[in-house]
């Protein structure tokens, strides 16, 4: 896991670095990498893999709202605290689909609840998967995963930048998706991810702005619905 801090003030990072290390430790946890950045030039130019960015809005240069748009479009699955003295920006960082605001001066028990929520989704919504192909192996994301399909003896994984070709047999995703809560089987030839899901009827499910279907079974009508509900209420 990496762990970013962009922000100006020199006291202010600190102060977070040092609430990050201390959460850790008071869980028994390896800390993290931390990597610290004072402007958004820098931290856009190490061109660095976050999984966490802690990101002041009043930075010196390009602005905290810029930064945060370029990093979304690089790796839409970083989670990213806005770190301010002032709402007026909040409007403007909900574009970018912050994760938490954290005010400034900083309250400690808040800043860790909203350290844990944010593991918490790191470690549950956000994990990496492996899709063998024939050609080659390809790393998604869980949030990139939007089905995956049996057609015969064919199994895609049909993700949001593309189709990859499983060379494993759809036993191997069922074990290995469905003990994830955004993972469901609707039917024997689908596993939809509920991340993705955008309408659904008594027979079939929308994806991905109905961009592609899923079969539901009549029996898994009720089953569906109550856990897809579950899935909304825990995410929201």
């Not at 301010?84 to 028990?109: C, G, L």
């Not at 009827?201 to 079974?217: E, N, P, R, V, W």
């Amino acid at each position: 896991m990496t762990i970013a801090i962009c922000e100006d003030n020199i006291e202010c990072a600190n102060q977070i670095k040092h609430l990050i290390s201390s959460y850790f430790k008071s869980k028994n946890l390896e800390i993290p990498k931390i990597k610290e950045y004072h402007d958004g030039e820098s931290l856009l130019s190490d061109n660095v893999d976050l999984d966490i960015l802690f990101l002041d809005i009043e930075l010196p240069g390009i602005s905290g709202i810029c930064v945060g748009r370029e990093i979304k479009s690089v790796n839409r699955n970083t989670i990213i605290f806005v770190v301010t003295s002032f709402m007026e920006y909040i409007d403007d960082a909900m574009r970018f689909n912050v994760f938490r605001y954290i005010m400034k001066p900083i309250d400690t028990d808040r800043f860790y609840r909203n350290l844990s929520d944010a593991l918490y989704r790191y470690s549950n919504d956000i994990k990496k998967y492996i899709v063998e192909t024939h050609d080659t192996a390809y790393t998604l994301y869980s949030t990139d995963i939007i089905m995956v399909e049996v057609t015969g003896h064919k199994v895609s994984v049909q993700g949001v930048n593309g189709i990859y070709h499983s060379v494993k047999p759809m036993k191997y995703w069922q074990e290995l998706l469905l003990t994830e809560p955004m993972f469901y089987q609707s039917h024997r030839s689908y596993i939809v991810n509920f991340h993705h899901i955008s309408s659904y009827t008594d027979d079939s499910i929308g994806l991905y702005k109905d961009s592609c279907t899923a079969f539901l079974t009549k029996r898994k009508r009720v089953d569906f619905k109550n856990k897809y509900l579950m899935y909304l209420e825990n995410t929201r």
